[in-house]
């Protein structure tokens, strides 16, 4: 082979290896054509609306709303009559003029981009916008959604949402900057559900971000798909109801569906503003350094003494002990001498057995009950007989978390015996060294979902479903552990008797001693028991749970008022206008509901002002 | 010869290659910076525009190449504008205005024009005149130095301008000394030694030293006429040469030689079994084996000096380039963008592209420099592999074409220049599409007649008219 055609030989081999190459990467080769796409060709995100949520009745609590965000394009702005501008958005002209100067200043780091300028601008300056947007060149406006809550009702429930943080978006990776996110309640722990899936338009771009057109006509833009709706258990009017009667008052409703678990009203007083739940950003300032702390949701999450509808589970603790016969009767002095002390109690007949000793809540004895379960010889120890006892009302829900779909529920406190024995040294206790977790109070904490729950308990004549906030829907499967019967400790046999002393203390005839017969509603067959928890911080707190109806009860509930003194006078109220107006859609107690409503007792409640920032 | 041209003689295939190589050239630069605003070819305060202009001046210019320029005076004359263009590449190192780091511009008012891209055109010529003397032997000391003369000359001042991808073009003419008797043995141990150059660095300078170590030895083995002794002896020390790196993990030994290279150690273990072999085979008188054991002991040196080479003499740039193309260091923001960019916008146009301006990598400014130095992406992207194809093909007919004309031809200036212009366009269309597609380190050299600029377009028209006006002259 003579030289020349070596040569030839050599270039055609040069020329396969660069069309062998040429075919790995045109061909073979799928990557470089996926990171041209990204490179290429701009995706403009389409938002989807979010889920609404609706009431048990299927009305919306939670819906939509469309507001802009009026965006920027600095590269693109030209000279524009700001105080024109500025009256259409309520804007200060000193502001929009230093955030321009700025832009102008980092005019190369933003090059092309398009950045907001101003968010959640209403529908109305959007038109007056709009009508006038040729004379502002570089600005645009985009649509998004927005909460909007046609109840005035259940602002601390459903929780608001909020543009997802940076620790947020590390966390989850589908999330981009600028998208809203459930930050509380409801919005929150169905964020899944609810958000819906996020869509695009593809645009052609250049490498300085300068967009050039739709791509292909939008034929592979993708549509936003719309969150799926979620239906609460709540009763919307039931709840719009509650918050109305709980204004100016400090404290929490809970009603519950005994038959289901479902949660039908859920009131933490004082809430938030509903107003201004939907641009939570604005007022979050506000709201966090208000005295009455509106976004701590006491339902779920206050600790406090149960009072003396605690009597309830100590009776029938010792009726499963056997160590209480129900028609035993206590001697009660107006009160329950120990040592040298004295447990005090109102004046009322005695002796009592223990129905009576509900309908007029006796102390001493429930003193004695208490006395009996702890030092019943059955067991070695004062250790071992309060352990279990506490498993005992553990099994009622209590100082633990009932495991509600609710994201801020908290247990409240049960001590365990070596609480005890750290205090007075091991087993050198005794049931007097405890006395007052007798009536309900003491060491104990209780949320008011843990009484509502006692409540559909005792309704339920010794099981409860865990309380729950969102019905199973076609869109949501809940957990079957919300189907689940919870059985307590406690024999159902024994709650007859128990029932029956409630049933009492609201329909026994005024004089009869009961303790809130002023509640009894005719032919609703209210049971309650009252309660006045004492608080080291002012006035007592007012304790109300009652069902109704006795049989085939449809609604459980808890009323619990920080420092407005007897369950009688504000709980007990509050909770059978409550019942009545669920039971029945009416109110025959006028007189009584306006008294509430124009009640307050938020002045009683001593506030640790804070002084505002700056 | 003379100045009266014979139309037929001339290669008219070549004139339509160059033709089509031109219109092409001018509709992806076009393509390649369209802006809507702009949209006429003939916009001159475009490129697409200003090319328009190139190309017509280079027609002009070629025509008088063709029919106006006694073809005689090439050689004649070669001697004088060799010297000239050598005296401009000298000046422009201290006139020169510098672009990208490089002083290698002489910037006349609104024209730019490069002394290193004519150079191109002068030594071929002149080195096509020292060859074809009727005394020269290029194998007498006298031919080397010369030729080495008039090659190495404008290389250095073209390196000392910074422009060392104009430089590395000059290694295109070791094919014109290949052809004119140098031995191939040369070129062998030129692509032997890329190869061990990029082994060392991207893998290991002792998988390198195993590689020599089996080819000398199957080598030595022919020379010696024993295969089968010398293959065994070889599989046995390159099986020790691989074991090497496990002496690190022995606890005792380990210890010793932490501080030793291995590739230090595998030089205690070749270097005296090589001579041991050689003086064996210099007992039995075998031909050839001073040569091979040269070849052996330069190929062992090159390994160890790759290491010096690219630390010392390289430049930053260029040795990020090196490194990006060996998979070293990834930089896909830095020095891997180009070509990581240029790859994207040829993969993305897959097997049929996506259609004339619809590109949208290199229309968008994702590639740098796409109308100059990469206009090859655009034709990837827009013409896809079939338009890639194509154009290498043409480039291969082109090139070879003109290697068969020179063949062809009776007067050895011509033969000799014709090998010199195919070689640079050679070395400039390899360079150019295996720096877009990643298979050589980026050097910014243009790809002749496609890319954008009149400096260049003019310089590859008149190298490649000179030789289709010599060659017309048939024998003469």
Redesign the interface.
Known sequence: MNKKNILIVGLLIVGLILIIQLFNLQILNEEYKITADNNAYKYVTRYPARGLILDRNNNILVGNKTTYDIMITPAEVKKFDTLDFCRIFNLDTADVKQKLKDYRKNRRKIGFQTITFIKLVSSEEYSVFAEKAYRFPGFSAIPRTSRSYPFNAGANLFGYIAEADTAYLRKSSSYKRGDYVGVTGLEYSYEHLLKGEKGYNIYLRDVHNRVHSSFAEGEYDVDAVPGLDIISTIDGNLQQYGELLMTNKVGSIVALEPSTGEILTLVSSPGINIDKLANINKYYQEILTDPYKPMFNRAVMSPYPPGSVFKLVNGLIGLQEGVLIPDTKYPCSNGFPYGNRKLGCHAHPSPLDLTHSIMMSCNAYYCYVFKNILDNKKYKNISESYDHWREMVMSFGFGRKLGTDFPSELSGSLPTSSYYNRIHGFNRWKALSVISLSIGQGELGTTPLHLANLAATIANRGFYYIPHLVKASENNQIDPKYKEKQFTLVDTTHFSKVVEGMWLAVNSPPGSGATASRSAVKGLDICGKTGTAQNPHGKDNSVFICFAPKDNPKIAIAVYLENAGFGATWAAPIATLMVEKYLTGEITREDLETRIMDGNTMINVPVKRKVNGK | MGSKIDIRNIDWLLVVCYLLLVFIGWMNIYSAVYTEENPSIFDTTQRYGMQFIWIVSSMVISIFILFVINARSYSVLSFIIYMFVTLLLFLVIFLGKEVNGSKSWFALGPISFQPAEVSKISTSLFLSYIMSKFSFKLKSLNGVLSTALVLVIPMLLIILEKETGSALVYCGFL?VL??EGMT?AFLLFGIFAILLFVVTLAISPLVSIIIITLLFGVMGGILNRNLIFYSAVTILLCVILALLPQLYNIHFIGENIANLDVEYLALIIIIPSSIFLLIKSLKRRVQNIKFLYLSFLCSVFLVFSVEFFFQNVLQPHQKARIENLLGIQEDLKGAGYNVH?S?????????FGKGFLEG??T????VPEQSTDFIFCTI?EEW??MG??FI??L??FL??RI??LA?RHKEKFVRIYGYCVASCF?MHV?IN??MT???VPVIGIPLPFLSYGGSSLWSFTILLFIFLRLEADKGR
């Open positions: 094919f290949y052809r191939g960019q790859k994207i916008a040829i993969g993305s146009g897959g097997f949208t990598q229309k968008y400014n994702f990837g896809g592999f890639s194809v290498i093909m480039y291969v090139i070879s290697l068969i063949e050679f390899f599409i295996g597609i990643g298979v």
